[in-house]
């Protein structure tokens, strides 16, 4: 797909190839993830090549609030859309994750004054799609999937530009 659509050339293919028949050991990667098939470990394995380094949430955020970088992220997870698309991420691609608690927990947050944070989500649910790092030089730290739809949120004028591309290409008219 990626060469039909001209995203990549025949070498870079060849080459991520070769390195996926190289290093594929399908019965550890059977026992650590959730596989189902032939096209997950695939996908598996193209995102731990293409999406090793997280980004940070809070560069992304002092974009837009120097002064309070960890409220900004705290704001975006007030969200049910964003916990849940946290969420449907975890269950995607972590099986330690706890869904169940993740229910309560979004629950809680829509009753009472409870305020879901980075660090009480990981904690809570064993979540991996975030990374928080305490004291000087620290922040929160996503995968790229979770950045982007942070960005979005943070940033409404590339959202709708976004959108309008989708709407103009041709998987976008239905």
């Keep these: 797909m990626l060469l039909t659509k001209h995203l990549i050339d025949t070498e870079l293919a060849t080459t991520a190839k070769e390195k996926f028949y190289d290093s594929l050991d399908e019965e550890k990667l059977r026992t650590s993830s959730k596989i189902r098939d032939y096209h997950e470990t695939i996908r598996l394995y193209m995102r731990r090549m293409t999406c090793g380094d997280m980004v940070s949430l809070t560069e992304l955020s002092k974009q837009y609030s120097e002064e309070s970088p960890a409220y900004v992220i705290q704001s975006w997870m007030r969200s049910r859309n964003t916990v849940e698309f946290l969420r449907q991420w975890e269950n995607d691609m972590n099986k330690e994750f706890d ?26 649910t064993r979540a991996v799609v975030m990374y928080v790092k305490q004291g000087k030089g620290g922040g929160v730290s996503a995968y790229p999937e979770i950045a982007a739809d942070f960005h979005l949120w943070l940033d409404p004028k590339t959202r709708l530009t976004i959108v309008r591309l989708h709407n103009r290409s041709p998987e976008g008219v239905h």
């Excluded at 993740?102 to 980075?118: D, G, K, M, W, Y």
């Design 99 to 124: 869904d169940s608690v993740s229910e309560e927990l979004i629950r809680q947050a829509h009753t009472t004054s409870l305020t879901i944070t980075p660090s009480l989500w990981i904690r809570r």
